[in-house]
């Protein structure tokens, strides 16, 4: 248990675990919805709020968030209203977040591109205390959304139309949906890095619907299997001296190869059992009464 004596590996794991519960907690939503790529798209418009946080000399962590809640408010409102040209204005966000980060970092007098290569992949030496207490308040945010208004938000992901039926809020909804993916991007930037917490955010949720039914099943082995991967890859970046972020995201694409393997022989074994339980019920229905010979043609 060496790795637990270095304060910096103290926070790293700390940080890691948060990542680990908050980023399935929020990607379980954004798969039902068939969103699993806006995590990526919200990284590269957090990319800007590094760098101006570098430019102004402030937190990096903050000012990515602030900048892509809005970015995200903003990916929202395109998706209501710019049914024709939607795609191309996405894409012009998306791309020029990622151009704007480069181009504030490099004008700043602290920041240079080993910076923001730190925000892209992740690095474990760098999560400082002010990181820390940063991404505890965030995390707590998302944990009360998404767990506290699990309901609600389930609903409105399942079926928009059937949610707004029923008097759910459905575009305060998808709009509260997306400012937490905003929050739990900035989050994870600091251990699996901008360009990959997309894949933290689907792959746990993708792995745990392999052999899961229900909603709540998922949700809670995708946090499972989210912790376990970033406390795995952030001990294995320790001792190997390799990338924490991209050997987290290796990690829970194994996961994922694992279950779906699984998966095959479990559903063949479910279908032999109900095959089993339909013939029992059929040999127990009683057979009919001959009918009477004065019914018989």
Do not use: K
């Not at 910096?8 to 399935?24: E, K, S």
């Not at 229900?214 to 809670?220: C, D, G, L, Q």
């Not at 694992?258 to 279908?271: I, K």
């Amino acid at each position: 248990m060496e790795f637990l004596d270095p304060p910096f590996m103290q926070r790293a794991l700390l940080a890691a675990v948060l990542v680990g519960v908050i980023a399935p907690s929020v990607g379980v939503y954004l798969v039902q919805r068939r969103q699993a790529l806006m995590g990526d798209g919200i990284g590269h418009i957090a990319m800007t709020g590094v760098g101006l946080g570098f430019l102004l000399s402030t937190s990096p962590v903050w000012m990515a968030t602030a900048v892509a809640v809005a970015g995200a408010v903003v990916m929202e409102l395109i998706r209501w209203y710019g049914r024709t040209r939607g795609d191309i204005a996405l894409a012009m966000l998306f791309y020029g977040g990622m151009a704007g980060g480069v181009l504030l970092i490099n004008l700043s007098d602290t920041g240079s591109n080993a910076n923001l290569t730190s925000y892209l992949f992740g690095s474990l030496s760098t999560v400082s205390s002010e990181d820390i207490t940063s991404i505890c308040l965030l995390a707590a945010f998302v944990l009360l959304v998404t767990l506290g208004l699990r309901r609600q938000l389930f609903a409105v992901s399942q079926d928009e139309e059937f949610a707004r039926v029923t008097g759910l809020p459905v575009r305060a909804l998808n709009l509260l949906v997306a400012v937490t993916a905003a929050v739990t991007v900035t989050v994870a930037m600091r251990v699996v890095g901008l360009l990959l917490v997309s894949a933290l955010m689907v792959v746990p949720v993708a792995a745990a619907q392999q052999i899961s039914r229900s909603f709540r099943v998922t949700f809670v082995l995708s946090v499972v299997i989210g912790t376990a991967v970033t406390l795995a890859g952030t001990v294995t970046s320790y001792y190997q001296d390799v990338p924490p972020g991209a050997t987290i995201v290796l990690l829970a694409i194994a996961v994922f190869v694992a279950l779906t393997l699984l998966a095959t022989p479990l559903a063949r074994s479910r279908a032999r059992r109900s095959e089993a339980a339909s013939e029992e019920c059929t040999l127990e229905v009683p057979a009919s009464r001959p009918a009477p010979d004065e019914l018989r043609v």
